[in-house]
Each structure stands twice: as structure tokens, then as C-alpha cells.
């Protein structure tokens, strides 16, 4: 067990947790983007700043990637941090204008106009969510980061129709800025911002389009246990 | 590309995943580039999957997904180069060659890339074909680069830049 301050508030916690996780658990709200529970830490947006003190220096750095270390001081909520704060929004929200998440966060920070502008904004911030769902949730590994620097961006290899995936949409489940769209019709679903097509299974009783094929053979490999043959046949509601 | 080839270069490393960049430039050398089915190949190989190959290939300037050309050609674009002049002899390049820098001519003959500094500013304005520097360069003796690569040139009016 360690002990660390927040806010002024001591706090007692498990070994091996970041100052994120210790602050979320605990009440105490620090905004971030690219991070999530369930995925590795990633420290690409830059949202959670906070500063640290340790060994009597302070110093400004992404809570979601720092380690919650014995004696470490946090403060979430200083001019410093808000100042920070702010300035990575500028450059966040115009990645994204009409995201309504990022709107509220950014008027939380006090942001009305920011300063700077992109061409063409797709909505995409590049906070890598998508890209970790797929690869470490789901392990169908359909997307990745590519190219560095302002070129940087989120894309099926080879800019081609990924048919790795298999449109089970956690991608467009864990997007913060809900850049990535679903269409379904008929018994097709596509993923939008991917290219990908996918038949979708016909529950036998119902009729109802609930699934990929796709997605139903990568079940069928991935479960220990095998499944029943007829066990995809019916939709959930209908087994 | 023949796959015994690039299986002779995973096989050298061991097939370790963690020395995909070592592969990748290896692989590359052979072709100049890394076609998409090489990627496969070696994603199959590894047991890595094809997207942290592509991540790779895009990250590295050393590497290629399209071809790049049997010689390079490379224009410094450092501070010292480009107060020097850098930007004409880049535009000179960029029109007898009739492509863009980062690209490569049709015939897969010549890459054109601008780089941001070689080390060699006092050589400013400065390009590098394969690998041999060409220091103090100006619109002639591009052209001479040019003609020696059996390039049709545009002669132009030789300004000098002092």
C-alpha cells in the first residue's frame, strides 16, 4: 500500500495504479480523453495534466502515465494545471468541432474561441482509443496509427477496406469524439470511417440482422470451449 | 520479391519480433521498397500482426511503402542550406525531373526528397546523390548531376547567390 495526496486529500492505495486511476476511483475529477480503464495507458492527449510534487519538486505531467509513488504530492485544479489544460484544448477541439463531449469540456476550461484551426477537421483526435480496442479488447488488430508528426492518423494498413475486422464496433464504442459511424441496411453493416462491409447473420427465428459473419467466425475460434454449431442460428433474444 | 530471400533475412535475426525495424530495412534494401505483400509475408512469418508492420513502415523515413527510385536524390533544407539558396535548386530538380520532392519519376529511376540538415553546412547549398555529397551546389551543376543520371535538362541562366 502506498500513500498519496490529492487535492490536499490523503489517500491510500494499491501498488502499480496511476495517479488517474487513484484520482477517478476516488472522486476526484481529472478530464482525459485518451484514456480508458479496460486499455494499456497511453498519454497521447495531454487533457489530464496535473502537477506533481516529489522530493520537494513540482513539476507538470500526464496523470493517466504517472505512476502513484509513496509521498507524492498532486494538485488537479492550480492556475499552472488550468493554464496547461486550456492550451491542449485549443489544439484538441479544432480537431474536432462538433463533437459535443468536447465542446463541454472545453467551456468547462473556459474555452469559447480557440486559436488555432485545421483544414478539413474529420473529428478524428487521434487519442489511439480505437486503435487499442482493437488491438489488446479484441485482438482483431483491423486498425492502426500511422505515418508521425502533423501526418500522423488512425487508418486500416495500406489505406485499404480492413478485412482483419470484423465490425463488432468497439471502435466506434470507446471514440470520444463519435468520428467513427455504423450503417446498417438490409443485412449489410459498414463501418463508415474504415470502408468495411460486412454481411450480417439472419437470426433463423426472428429475422433480425444481429451480427456479422465475420464476427461470428472469430467467436468460433477465439472461445475455449466450442460452441454448439447451431448456437449463432438465433439472435440473443431468440436463444 | 522472392520469399526465400526475405526468409533468408527473418531467419538471420532469429524471427524475433522485437527486430522488426532491423528486418524491414534489410528486406528493404533488396527491393527499395516495401510492397504490401512483403508486409503479409513477414507479418505471417513473425507472428506479428500486419498492422505494427504498417505502423513501422509509415513512422520511419527509412522506409518506403512506394517505390523510391534506383538513385536518390536528396536536397538539404537545413537553415544554413536554405538561406544559401536551397529552395531554387530544389525547384530546379522538382521541374527538369517533372516530380514532386517525396515522389519518383515513372520510370522508377530517380526519388527526389528534401532532408533537414546533413552535417554538412558548410558545404551549404548542398545535395546528395546516392549518399555522395555535392557541396556548393547551384543550377549548373545540378544540371551536371542531372545529365550524369542521363537526364534531359533545362538550361537555365545561371544567377549567382552570393
Known sequence: MVTITIDGKQIKTEEGQNVLQVALDNGINIPHLCYHENLSFYGGCRLCLVEVTKANRTRLTASCTYPALEGITVETNTENVKKARRLVMEMILPMAPDSPKLQALASELGITEPRFHYEDPDGCINCGLCVRACEELVSANAITLANRGDTRSIEPPFQEEPLACIGCAACLYVCPTDCIKMEEKGNERRIVRWERKLEMKTCANCKRHFMPLAQIEFAMHKVREPLDAGWFDNCPDCR | ?162
Open chain 2, 1 to 162: 520479391m522472392d520469399t526465400r530471400q526475405i526468409d533468408t533475412v527473418i531467419e538471420k535475426y532469429g524471427a524475433n519480433p522485437s527486430e522488426t525495424i532491423g528486418i524491414l530495412m534489410d528486406v528493404q534494401e533488396k527491393e527499395s521498397y516495401l510492397p504490401k505483400e512483403v508486409l503479409e509475408h513477414i507479418s505471417n512469418k513473425l507472428g506479428v500482426p500486419v498492422t505494427h508492420l504498417y505502423r513501422i513502415a509509415t513512422f520511419y523515413e527509412a522506409l518506403s511503402l512506394k517505390p523510391t527510385g534506383r538513385h536518390q536524390i536528396h536536397v538539404c533544407m537545413g537553415t544554413a542550406c536554405h538561406v544559401r539558396g536551397a529552395q531554387k535548386i530544389l525547384d530546379k530538380l522538382e521541374r527538369d525531373l517533372g516530380i514532386k520532392a517525396g515522389e519518383t519519376t515513372p520510370d522508377l529511376e530517380i526519388g527526389l526528397k528534401t532532408v533537414n540538415c546533413v552535417g554538412a553546412c558548410a558545404l551549404g547549398p548542398l545535395a546528395v546523390l546516392d549518399g555522395e555529397y555535392h557541396g556548393s551546389i547551384n543550377t549548373t551543376k545540378a544540371n551536371k548531376l542531372l545529365k550524369k543520371l542521363g537526364r534531359k535538362v533545362e538550361e537555365t541562366e545561371e544567377t549567382e547567390t552570393e
